[in-house]
DNA sequence: ATAAATGTGTCAATTATTGTTACATTAAAT
DNA sequence: ATTTAATGTAACAATAATTGACACATTTAT
């Protein structure tokens, strides 16, 4: 089953952009994602760790921006999402110690996903929730 | 369950350039990978399809690189054995008619793929098999 | 108290990847 | 020609990560 938590995080950032300055709810972003609160709540909650987002407890309650669009980058919303998941997965075959390619394949991949990841970081970083919004 | 294609198909591509040559066998990459011979070879279709590598069947056959070392880019092996599939997902929920974010986010998160993609392929262009093989 | 919201743990359902088996095809060697 | 040893591939099973569903605890306004 693919990933796609960094998209509906995307959209859950978006979604409550939108609604500036009111609390929505994960019934409403459930209904706007075609899914359940549940795993709503899941996805939201990283990203009030990650402190992207403010969400209030009780009747009346909600969610909302903990700042400004322009002030949140997508590179935020791709750690909060992913949380330590990579784009390029190393595999987790033993090493068989007669090949001197599998001796060394770890640190070689490791090297790769590493420079994969740093690369797309930056663009990501370049880029803001407020550049999104503009293309609603 | 994690995709690791890539991880394996740089591996198979460093494990025959290492047996510089002489033809490898599936059957030797399936014990340099602690994995099937099957596999491997559903793997290096797609590579010998993408003309990185050739294969020889019957008595006698086996498999070895297309191209030098330093004519393969880690892009080459990249598009080859991820076939279409993108490093970020956009999810396939339904479009909900009266949510303005939800009517544009499938055209806002293809761009953002397609950023990545690119920004990504052209890391990749820049590293080749001979750059790899320093490693060993 | 009640109502309405988030937070979270558990388990089931889904689905993409990987593994397995079987067999067809090819080509060298005897 | 027959045998042997290799790749190619189709079909199906096993595994595991993501998503969905449900229950219930917690919080807060009315």
Redesign the pocket.
Known sequence: ?????FS?SIQIMMTVAHHKDE?????L?ANAL??????V??M??RL?EADLLN?????????ELARKPNQISLNDIYIASTNE?KLI?V?N?PIVKTCEVSCCIKSVLNNLVDGIETSTQSYLAKKTLHDLMKQV
Do not use: A
């Not at 609390?23 to 019934?27: F, G, N, Y």
């Not at 969400?55 to 969610?63: C, L, N």
């Open positions: 089953m693919i990933d796609t938590r509906v609390l929505v709810t994960s019934e972003l075609d899914t359940n609160p549940t795993f709540r899941k939201v909650s009030v969400s209030y407890r009780g009747k009346g309650g909600g969610i998941k997965n595999h075959k």
